[in-house]
């Protein structure tokens, strides 16, 4: 299955883009799930396991902080039209809306000064404080801030902190017994990058904002594996159904295919990238900073879910998003 995309990622792996990788094609009710390479190339190196948990980064979006706001909706306990501090008070800008959140297009200004010196209690204050710019709802610009903002929606809301509410609501239910925040064991885990000041990174959270926000943290520092990935992505090729519990409506997931943008020309749907395929159908897809992501083509019941250590043991974002996007494309057509 997809033989010339395994010969792009060995290329990829020969070129030291990164050093392992775990991933999995998914079709239909067949699956092949391949992990090549090492976890650690620095100080020793350390083979790479399937069980061992990848920080995911930006896929915490998707896997949790947005299907937690799907409940909601689906609840009817939230409108995607109506400003978010009408569900988070705290927060200055009347004119943001969950939509734009979800979407990327607030045109959120989101500098915030020494923001790595803040303790977790005044970064959050920072972020109630934030407001939008004049091209709000009419640009589309990738931003963390929006799911920050959306877990403090969830802990107003919910009463718990975000971690708290994505085990409950999402790891749990799913049969994701593996996948934690905050690890216990960071040798269970797979290190990410020798950083100049925090050095080898493993089993704390790369992403510096979510380092902070620890347990209050919507945009990232889940820690995951693909065993553990495939049963959120066969939950969505299943219709929302995820043996024995219909866990998100098949309205929900059919919804999701649709530009969800306030103009609908934005090509982004609700938490999610709309990436087109060869045919012109929308596939749902997401990355992770730390060199993840993940490719759904729902009404073909396909998918391809990717985990690597790209920034171990150094962060060469160019030059793998770059290559990251040409194996897209060896997937897609070979798909």
């Excluded at 020793?44 to 299907?67: G, I």
């Excluded at 000064?113 to 404080?129: I, Q, V």
Aim: hydrophobic residues 35%; glycine residues 6%.
């Amino acid at each position: 299955m997809y033989d010339k995309t395994k010969e792009k990622i060995n290329q990829l792996m020969d070129e030291e883009t990164f050093s392992g990788v775990s991933f999995s094609f998914i079709l239909k009710d067949c699956s092949e799930d391949y992990t090549w390479g090492n976890a650690q190339v620095i100080p020793s190196t350390e083979p790479l396991t399937p069980s061992l948990l990848f920080d995911v980064a930006s896929l915490t979006k998707v896997v949790c902080t947005t299907t937690v706001v799907l409940q909601l909706l689906e609840a009817g306990l939230i409108d995607l039209d109506q400003p978010l501090n009408k569900y988070l008070p705290a927060f200055d800008d009347e004119k943001i809306t969950i939509r734009h959140l979800l979407t990327h297009t607030s045109d959120i200004q989101s500098y915030i000064e020494n923001r790595d010196r803040l303790s977790k209690e005044e970064l959050r204050e920072a972020y109630y404080h934030v407001r939008s710019g004049d091209l709000l709802g009419k640009k589309v610009a990738y931003t963390d801030t929006g799911t920050i903002l959306l877990g403090f929606m969830l802990e107003n809301m919910l009463g718990q902190d975000a971690i708290v509410i994505f085990k409950e609501r999402v790891l749990e239910p799913l049969g994701m017994n593996e996948s934690c925040f905050l690890p216990k064991e960071p040798l269970k885990t797979v290190p990410t990058e020798n950083h100049p000041i925090r050095g080898l990174i493993r089993g704390q959270t790369h992403d510096p904002k979510a380092l902070v926000l620890a347990e209050h943290a919507g945009n990232a520092g889940l820690f995951s594996n693909l065993i553990d990935l495939k049963k959120f992505v066969k939950m969505y090729l299943n219709d929302g159904v995820s043996q024995p519990i219909q866990f998100l409506k098949k309205e929900t997931i059919e919804s999701l295919l649709s530009d969800q943008t306030p103009d609908k020309i934005g090509h982004r749907s609700l938490g999610w990238d709309l990436l087109d395929d060869r045919e012109s159908r929308p596939l749902l897809f997401h990355t992770g900073y730390t060199g993840t992501f993940l490719l759904i083509d729902v009404p073909k019941k396909e998918a391809f879910i990717f985990l690597s250590n790209r920034v171990h043991p150094i962060d060469r974002r160019a030059d793998y998003i770059q290559k990251r996007d040409e194996l897209i494309q060896v997937y897609l057509k070979e798909k």
